[in-house]
């Protein structure tokens, strides 16, 4: 892949937010959890035979939600800029802030690729029908991915506003 279209370092970046910030070491559980759980509830789909009903409803939702965290990872950049420029002594705020990048990031990719499933899976399901289980349990997979991912950025957002009063 060329290093134009790489999600490398968006996919390593993530990944490093999974570190115990005391530590540094690798956070089983959470790993697991944010990886394992959106897998077994796609297997769960599969095996049961689970078809989604709704695809552009479903389709629609998804968009405007990547679309929103696009414009939250505008204003994250913003962030880091300013205070980068403001006060470069703050490097555990700064770092907090990186975290929430790295997981908006993350999320975005995320986002962008349920979308291009979603666009694929109701390309290929005649209209008012359900979607079949083999493009059912995939969406399951993503979807759940993206809420867990959401859930993440919020407890970050939540942590950088807490440092804010210390901070500034």
Known sequence: ?????????????????????????????????FYV???????AAGVSRFQLRGL?????????????????LVHVFQLRARVTDEDTRRHSFIDL???LEANV?????????TTALLMTTVALTI???????????????????????LLMILKRTRAVYRRLPQTY
Do not use: C, N
């Not at 290093?3 to 570190?19: C, N, P, V």
């Not at 990031?105 to 690729?113: H, I, P």
């Not at 209209?127 to 991912?149: I, R, Y």
């Open 105 to 113: 990031s993350y999320a975005v990719l995320v986002g962008v690729a």
């Open 1 to 33: 892949m060329s290093s134009k279209w790489s999600i490398t370092a968006t996919l390593r970046d993530q990944f490093k937010t999974l570190r115990d910030a005391r530590s540094s070491k690798t956070m089983v559980f959470d790993v697991g959890f």
């Open 97 to 99: 802030i990186d975290e």
């Open 37 to 43: 759980v959106p897998l077994a509830l796609g297997v």
């Open 56 to 72: 552009e409803g479903i389709l629609s939702g998804v968009s405007i939600y990547t679309a929103f965290l696009f414009g939250l």
């Open 127 to 149: 209209k008012d029908t359900p979607a079949s289980w083999g493009w059912s349990a995939p969406v399951v997979v993503l979807v759940s991915h993206m809420v867990l991912a």
